[in-house]
């Protein structure tokens, strides 16, 4: 009895799986024979694990809008006249611009998926960032302190939305591929780059007067 | 005893200079203010006009995210509406970096922008996208009109701001419009009797 429920079970799981094969053609079938189409659409491109997936993208997606606009904040603070360090100017302006060619890049990669944007909902995953902002009014050293966990934030999300498309029941090689090709190698060297920034200064700015050498940090920053 | 206290304290005074507290924020030195000369209405203006920027932004990137569907599939217009965010953001950040060139946002940073959200992530048809457009656009052209007023305004005139506002803004905003408004009739007659057909002719050719 057992055994026949199971076999029952699998047999229906297939005919679901094959249900999702043949959406488009069953849904073209029935608009033709029935001879009224009235839905928005009659097909679509999902396939594989885009429905474990999907979820996580948006949030990456509002996750890189957001760190965004806190980096053209970040250069915006040292492009004042008190501040006035163009390096560091540069490198968040950088960071700015890319993380919003990113979302682009994303909403790109998700519609073409099938899937689709949520700007107004944040769900709440490891691929989400707070909303919070912190305080931008930071000196450099703790500047690139808070730029280096941002960019570590942005890496665990990248390497979430990879963890989900390998390890959820449907699989979904082609976002995981995505993911390594566009993000994850970025990320890593961003990472790596903030990280020897922010030892380099430390270790300059350990003198009794660290102005000259933020100055000569700056300056070297500038022509990255 | 008294000069070994004597030179442990020299000592001390010593390591303290060789290896002083880990100093991170340098002060700000003195300089003369009078050069800052934004007032606070045309300040406070700057930075609403700042966001309305940034909030259009995010509504085309959400029009340029509806059309890029699967389901919708006009990658003509999506294209169109990536772009148009990314110009608003442009405008945004040229606003912004104004404000620093006049002496300002030297505090009060964190705030300027809060990261919006959207009035509508759906349209009925290309047509409907477009309207909404346009409305956008002539409600940002009217708070650039209201801004300018303001830092016009008696008793202090902000020419050079009110001459960039006018030069370069309403300039733009003024092209844009008459761009959209050409684009809307074109799609709009090759819709009434063709519909969906004018619709997809419309949007390769954009």
Not at chain 2, 20 to 40: A, H, N, R, T, Y
Request: hydrophobic share 40%; proline share 2%; aromatic share 8%.
């Amino acid at each position: 009895m057992k055994l026949l429920v199971a076999f029952a079970l699998i047999a229906s799981l297939g005919a679901l799986a094959q249900a999702e094969e043949e959406y488009c053609h069953n849904s073209v079938v029935t608009a033709c024979s029935s001879s009224t189409f009235s839905g928005n659409s009659i097909c679509n491109a999902r396939f594989a694990g885009i429905e474990h997936v999907e979820p996580e993208v948006q949030a990456y997606i509002n996750s890189q809008l957001t760190k965004s606009y806190e980096y053209l904040l970040l250069a915006t603070h040292f492009n004042s006249y008190q501040k006035n360090r163009p390096g560091f100017q540069k490198l968040y302006q950088g960071l700015s611009d890319r993380s919003f060619d990113d979302s682009i890049a994303l909403i790109k990669q998700i519609t073409k998926r099938g899937g689709i944007v949520d700007f107004n909902t944040r769900h709440e995953s490891a691929a989400s960032v707070s909303t919070q902002r912190p305080t931008l009014e930071v000196d450099e050293l703790h500047s690139l302190a808070l730029a280096l966990d941002n960019e570590k934030q942005l890496a665990t999300g990248a390497t979430h939305i990879h963890t989900r498309a390998i390890h959820a029941t449907e699989r979904d090689p082609e976002m995981a591929h995505y993911m390594e090709e566009e993000y994850l190698g970025k990320q890593a060297d961003s990472v790596r780059k903030l990280s020897g920034y922010a030892n380099d200064l430390a270790k300059l700015m350990k003198v009794p007067d660290p102005s000259l050498s933020i100055y000569l940090f700056d300056e070297y920053l500038q022509k990255q | 005893m008294v000069k070994l206290i004597a030179s442990l304290l020299v000592l001390a005074v010593v390591a303290q200079q060789a290896y002083g507290d880990f100093k991170c924020s340098l002060e700000v030195p003195e300089i003369p203010k009078g050069w800052m000369d934004l007032k606070d209405g045309c300040l406070n203006g700057m930075r609403h006009q700042i966001q309305e920027e940034i909030n259009a932004s995010y509504q085309y990137l959400a029009m340029a995210a509806y059309f890029a569907r699967d389901t919708v599939n006009r990658q003509g217009f999506a294209e169109n509406f990536f772009k148009a965010a990314k110009e608003e953001r442009e405008h945004g950040s040229k606003l912004v970096e104004y404000l620093s060139m006049r002496g300002q946002l030297t505090d009060s940073v964190s705030n300027l922008i809060t990261v919006p959200t959207v009035a509508k992530q759906e349209w009925k048809d290309g047509a409907a996208a477009l309207e909404d457009a346009l409305e956008l656009e002539t409600k940002v052209t009217r708070s650039i009109r209201k801004l300018i007023q303001t830092c016009e305004g008696k008793p202090y005139n902000h020419y050079h701001l009110v001459d960039y506002l006018t030069g370069v803004y309403l300039e733009e905003q003024l092209h844009g419009q008459r761009e959209l408004a050409g684009k809307l009739v074109t799609l709009k007659k090759m819709m009434s009797t063709h519909g969906e057909l004018g619709e997809f002719l419309f949007d390769k050719s954009l």
